[in-house]
């Protein structure tokens, strides 16, 4: 904000944001130019009266001073006719002080004006400065605006042909069979180390319908689980892409893949899933939703960033392998250790075992000993028996059996029959 003097008046006078946000607005009105020429003209008016003013004004003071001067002159040239030649020239500088006055004024007044003109004249650019950089902006928002509605009437053509392509050049054939043909068509030129077949493998329950995977040197560096999804225009009951997306993550997990993605057909009017690439990874991790027409472009995309980050993963993997090689050999000490103790332990309860079936064969052949001792003193006893055993004391008291003997000619007290010898 700045102070400007009126050169009429000597008044000061201020003009800020708001007073030039007025003159903007009123000088792009038609009736705001005719009272700027209005006022124009009462402005060159004033200043026209304003330099007269000031030119009588300063000939009146100037003609006092004169006068004044031309008094003293006359009462120099009386009291000292002899100094002549100094009085003249101090007139001819009073003279030339009076000249230099009037020139003094009448170039302020001349400042003065062409200083106002100035600031109007820079008002006036400011202002069609502002109109054109108006102008500029809007045209550049139209031009964004046809960029955008005509963006998205090719993505609208684009997914009608789509959908005409597969009413005619694909009848017979799946959305499945659509990606699968559309990835073999760049196998061999672009994907030569890439994997990419149907999830066969249902022994968790469920399975995806494709499974991608690229390598480099044998190591995996990036792998997608797919599901494709479709849908009859005519089918009453529709789907949503989000009904899809919790068995999707569950398949992804159980065949220990990195992306999920699903290529679908489904909400063939909703402009969210039209737009291109969706991310919705705020619902599952790395998950991605993509019309058929986006299925190789995003395989491109995981494919080259992850092979970006391919030699962090390598060295990952390496890392990850030395700690596995630490982890096995641990793991094996602590089995061995586990396996030896049961080794012993068995082996001990085993040799226990032994030793208390020694001790019981030992009792038990004790116990055949002592009665196989037992047994020969009963037969000692039992043969001395029969040494002592004679006929004599068989036929004692029997007096039947021992006249048989008798009859028999057996000795019965003990000596030999002799009649029959």
């Known amino acids: 904000m700045e102070q400007i003097k009126c050169p009429h008046c000597g008044e000061y006078f201020t003009i800020d944001e708001s007073g030039y946000t007025a003159i903007v607005n009123q000088i792009r009105d038609k009736e705001f130019e005719k009272q700027i020429e209005k006022n124009r003209k009462e402005v060159e008016e004033k200043q026209q009266s304003a330099i007269e003013n000031a030119v009588l004004k300063a000939g009146a003071e100037s003609e006092k001073e ?64 502002n109109e054109l950089k108006f102008s500029l902006d809007l045209k550049n928002k139209d031009e964004m605006h046809e960029k955008e509605l005509k963006y998205k009437d090719e993505e609208i053509a684009r997914v009608k042909e789509f959908k005409l392509q597969q009413s005619t050049k694909m009848v017979g054939e799946s959305l499945e069979r659509y990606c699968e043909n559309e990835f073999n068509k ?32 044998n190591v995996e560096y990036i792998s997608i689980m797919f599901e494709m999804k479709n849908e009859n225009d005519e089918t009453k009951t529709k789907h949503k892409n989000e009904d899809f997306f919790k068995e999707l993550d569950k398949d992804r997990n159980e065949k220990g893949c990195e992306y999920a993605v699903l290529v679908s057909m489904l909400e063939s009017d909703n402009d969210f899933y039209n737009t291109g690439i969706v991310d919705v990874s705020y619902r599952y991790p790395k998950m991605y939703v993509v019309r058929p027409q986006f299925f190789i472009p995003l395989i491109t995309l995981l494919r080259n960033a992850a092979m970006n980050n391919l030699e962090d993963k390598k060295a990952l993997m390496e890392m990850q392998s030395k700690n596995v090689d630490v982890s096995t ?10 396996k030896f103790s049961r080794n012993y332990d068995l082996a001990n309860r085993k040799f226990n075992s032994a030793i208390e079936e020694i001790d019981k064969t030992i009792q038990h052949l004790q116990k055949v000993k002592d009665e196989l001792l037992s047994s020969g003193n009963n037969l000692r006893l039992a043969n001395d028996k029969l040494d002592d055993l004679t006929i004599k004391k068989l036929t004692r008291n029997n007096p039947t059996m021992k006249q048989k003997f008798e009859e028999a000619g057996a000795d019965v007290d003990g000596k030999k029959d002799t009649k029959k010898e």
Not at 329 to 338: G, M, T, V, Y
């Open 186 to 217: 760049l196998r061999a030129t672009g994907f030569q180390s890439a994997y990419f077949e149907k999830d066969n493998d249902a022994k968790t329950g469920s399975k995806g319908d494709y499974i991608f995977k690229d390598y480099s040197d």
């Open 66 to 129: 004169i006068s004044k001067l031309e008094t003293h002159i006359k009462e120099l040239e009386a009291k000292h006719a002899l100094a002549l030649t100094q009085k003249d020239s101090e007139i001819k500088s009073l003279k030339m002080e009076k000249d230099r006055v009037l020139q003094d004024s009448k170039r302020a007044v001349e400042d003065a004006v062409r200083e106002e003109k100035d600031k109007v004249k820079e008002l006036e650019n400011t202002i069609k400065s």
């Open 329 to 338: 050999f641990e793991s094996s000490l602590l089995d061995f250790k586990d």
